[in-house]
């Protein structure tokens, strides 16, 4: 298998298939990132789509200090931010907003069968939390970004990543009758 950093250098020199090799490999995991953040799928769709076109535009000034994915994951966080800025936020999701097959790919993510009634019953969670707080969660507890990491992303203070994350777990407990969630 071909890694993240030879397919990078091959793209540099011009080579789209080697772009195109690094999109089919992470456009999953970014559709899923934009899609919990966004909460509507054609807004997913879009940042997707604008974060793999600013990645080929800006290519040159990634500087392997970080994973590719990793970066790929900050510029969809500042997609969906910019759209959300641009276009208003809401505060709810409704059932409509949240795409079943869409979810349950995402929880799939290649690692075999899930429950697709739990996926929705976490997704309908997540979805449901105050933005500050459901990106949080998305950035830290989904994806294992540090709350150094999550704080940058997001233009935020460490300690307000912090206290989003403890509000965002409260939250989820309250909403999924659940004791105790892990860390």
Known sequence: MISDATLVEA?????MRAFERLYRLHSGRVMGLCLRMARRRDVAEDCVQQTFI???RNLAAFEGRSAFGTWLHRIAVNEVLTYARNHGTRTEANDADIDVDAAVDVARDGS???DAGEVMDVERA???LPE???NVMVLQAIYGYSHEEVADMLGIAVGTC???LHRGRHLLRE???LQELES
């Open 132 to 134: 500050g707080a459901r």
């Open 126 to 128: 997540l979805a449901g």
């Open 11 to 15: 793209a540099r020199r011009g080579d």
């Open 162 to 164: 912090k206290a989003q």
């Open 175 to 177: 909403r999924m009758g």
């Open 54 to 56: 600013r990645a080929w």
């Open 112 to 114: 075999g069968d899930v």
